[in-house]
């Protein structure tokens, strides 16, 4: 098993606060807001998934990240080109997979989601993957809303989602809703 802290790991300043980033050479598996128990546990979890992953050029990954989100950002990327390496049960990579397919700047409902990945009814279990997901942002579980297009959950915060959503219809991020609470 991958000791966790064999992860690459890179605290990433953003204008939602601070992100915890983890690569091994495959790519970025790892990307959390950081300041709470979820990181940490996000960092455990993905340690013990991707035992055997070499961490040697996980470096020059963090470093990429680190210049796309800034872009992000900015308003000026709207899909990351690094590569990626998240680690999960089939079934979450799935769920995963499917939001990498959800447009910059639109959202999916879970019920939408469980269709799409052939699970009709199995909203709540797309809901727990999409809680589980390691890499935040470029895995844009923040665009999945609730059935009535409320905004429903979110590890980061509800402010950071409605920051996301509101970043990725164009407004910039030195925005109100950029600050927290």
């Not at 953003?14 to 915890?20: A, D, M, V, Y």
């Not at 990954?61 to 990429?64: C, F, I, K, P, W």
């Given at each position: 098993m991958l000791d966790p802290h064999q992860i690459v790991t890179r605290s990433i300043s953003?204008?939602?606060?601070?992100?915890?980033a983890g690569a091994v050479d495959a790519g970025v598996?790892?990307?959390e807001?950081?300041?709470?128990?979820?990181?940490?546990?996000?960092?455990?979890?993905?340690?013990?998934?991707?035992?055997?992953?070499?961490?040697?050029?996980?470096?020059l990954?963090?470093?990429?990240l680190v210049q796309e989100l800034d872009e992000y950002f900015q308003g000026s990327r709207r899909a990351f080109?690094?590569?990626?390496?998240?680690?999960?049960?089939?079934f979450q990579l799935r769920v995963w997979n499917e939001l990498l397919c959800i447009p910059y700047g639109e959202t999916r409902n879970y019920e939408e989601m469980a269709r799409a990945i052939g699970a009709p009814g199995a909203q709540r279990a797309v809901g727990h993957a999409n809680a589980r997901n390691p890499i935040a942002i470029l895995v844009p579980c923040h665009r999945v809303v609730a059935k009535q297009r409320g905004?429903?959950?979110?590890?980061?915060?509800?402010?950071?989602?409605?920051?996301?959503?509101?970043?990725?219809?164009?407004?910039?991020?030195?925005?109100?809703?950029?600050?927290?609470g």
């Open positions: 953003s204008p939602l606060g601070p992100l915890l598996c790892l990307l807001f950081a300041g709470g128990p979820r990181a940490d546990a996000q960092r455990v979890r993905v340690g013990a998934r991707l035992a055997g992953a070499a961490a040697g050029r996980a470096y990954v963090l470093d990429r080109s690094g590569p990626l390496m998240p680690a999960g049960t089939p905004l429903g959950g979110y590890g980061g915060g509800l402010w950071r989602k409605r920051a996301l959503l509101t970043l990725e219809q164009g407004v910039p991020p030195d925005g109100p809703l950029f600050a927290s």
